[in-house]
């Protein structure tokens, strides 16, 4: 197994997310995926080897089968970047992207009934101010898929909303566009990744205004913005084994971090496993060798 790639240093101006690493290119932007991964709003000490290629290129899989207009421009590096990563270290983790003005909302979709959606369900009966039906357990399929927005924090954990607080923020046709477009992305991949044997359980979309358009941006339907289900295991009432980082966040509450200070090592074992589970979940959806 490869090491995994944490940082990039190039010659350019630079945004760092919990993932990417973004340049900016003048025209265009270069987005990095690297290995790191978050959990609980911390990113771990060590990374997930080949993770921000499984990102990368599971991304630009949905990218060009779903047929919505994106931001991706090419998926190999410019040849002024090239020269600057002669060990080929950047190849297969990184896109050239439009430049586009962020919705300041992430458009969360829904199926069932899991994460913070169940947790506010518990309390409430509703998700969002969205009220479902009494009697539902944990992972329950919703009748039907609902949409939850949430405000993007620059720092710290993403707050869900109501539709009414993006469409008092967005007016009223940006909203509904967002939603509507989101819902459909949303059961076409379930549509897709059902018969290869795996259920979309939610997951969040991001969107950018591009030449007065919304264009799908970031990062889509991968086991980090999703939770990825083994459909031949579904059986709601209780937690489900995942593709996703769920196990990783499950370790972490078995290893008594406070999740408010500096979180531990990972050990090699939960690395391993962690990158099994998202290898699994590329290559079921895709049918393809990752490209190195």
Request: aromatic share 8%; net charge negative; hydrophobic share 35%.
């Amino acid at each position: 197994m490869t090491a995994a790639l944490l940082e990039t240093r190039l010659p350019f101006p630079k945004r760092q997310g919990k993932v990417r690493d973004v340049y900016d290119l003048g025209d265009r932007l270069l987005i990095i995926s690297t290995d790191r991964i978050s959990a609980y709003d911390w990113v771990m000490p060590n990374g997930i080897p080949d993770k921000g290629r499984i990102l990368n290129q599971l991304s630009l899989f949905w990218f060009r089968t779903l047929g919505v207009e994106h931001h991706i421009l090419d998926d190999e590096l410019p040849a002024s970047v090239q020269s600057l990563d002669p060990e080929g270290s950047l190849k297969g983790r990184s896109v050239v992207a439009r430049k586009a003005q962020v919705v300041p909302f992430e458009c969360v979709i829904r199926g069932y009934l899991e994460g913070s959606g169940w947790r506010d369900y518990q309390r409430t009966g509703a998700i969002c101010g969205i009220p479902l039906p009494e009697g539902l357990r944990q992972c329950d399929r919703l009748e039907h898929p609902i949409f939850t927005p949430a405000t993007k924090a620059a720092t710290g954990h993403d707050e869900n909303v109501s539709f009414e607080t993006m469409r008092r923020a967005l007016g009223d046709e940006v909203a509904m566009e967002l939603r509507d477009r989101s819902i459909a992305i949303y059961r076409r991949g379930n549509e897709i990744t059902g018969p290869r044997g795996i259920l979309i359980a939610d997951t969040k979309l991001e969107w950018g205004w591009f030449d007065g358009r919304l264009i799908l941006i970031d990062e889509v339907l991968t086991p980090d913005s999703s939770r990825f289900w083994p459909a031949d295991r579904w059986h709601p009432g209780a937690p489900q084994p995942s593709f996703d980082k769920q196990f990783l966040r499950e370790f972490l509450d078995g290893t008594g971090w406070d999740k408010n200070s500096p979180p531990p090592m990972l050990p090699d074992s939960i690395v391993e496993q962690t990158r099994a589970r998202y290898m699994a979940a590329y290559q079921q959806i895709t049918g393809r060798a990752l490209a190195c």
